[in-house]
């Protein structure tokens, strides 16, 4: 089945840079879109970035755009999101994802509809 881990959370000082990684199994990573999202305190889960199955084509939040970059290695079947400049605001739990549009629930963000999920890496942030 689908498995997705994070990795590479932690505590960082405001303005220092982390890079999270998500390692991919039991299906053909390199047809699938993949994503990032995050979940801070008494919100929402968000979209933070997701890519395309080639790794040409990425899509971005707002908070996200010219601080954060999302890549892929299909031959190791990884995804990143490297986060630069951070933020209090960007203390959160991140949580990678894989395209699936036909699992109930899946949640659209960047044209894509993501339906598989990992656990989650906490990403705090401390000023």
């Known amino acids: 089945q689908v498995k997705l881990l994070e990795s590479g959370g932690g505590l960082v000082q405001v303005g220092e840079s982390l890079t999270l990684t998500c390692t991919a199994s039991?299906?053909?990573?390199?047809?699938?879109?993949m994503g990032w999202f995050r979940r801070a305190p008494g919100q929402e889960r968000e979209g933070v970035a997701c890519i395309g199955w080639s790794g040409i084509s990425t899509v971005y939040g707002d908070f996200a755009k010219g601080r954060f970059t999302i890549s892929r290695d299909n031959a190791n079947n990884k995804v990143y999101l490297q986060l630069t400049n951070m933020k209090p605001e960007d203390t959160a739990m991140y949580y990678c994802?894989?395209?699936?549009?036909?699992?109930?629930?899946?949640?659209?963000?960047?044209?894509?509809?993501?339906?598989?999920w990992g656990q989650g890496t906490q990403v705090t942030v401390s000023s």
């Open positions: 994802a894989a395209q699936g549009a036909d699992v109930p629930g899946a949640e659209y963000f960047g044209g894509h509809d993501f339906g598989y």
């Open positions: 039991g299906f053909v990573f390199d047809n699938y879109a």
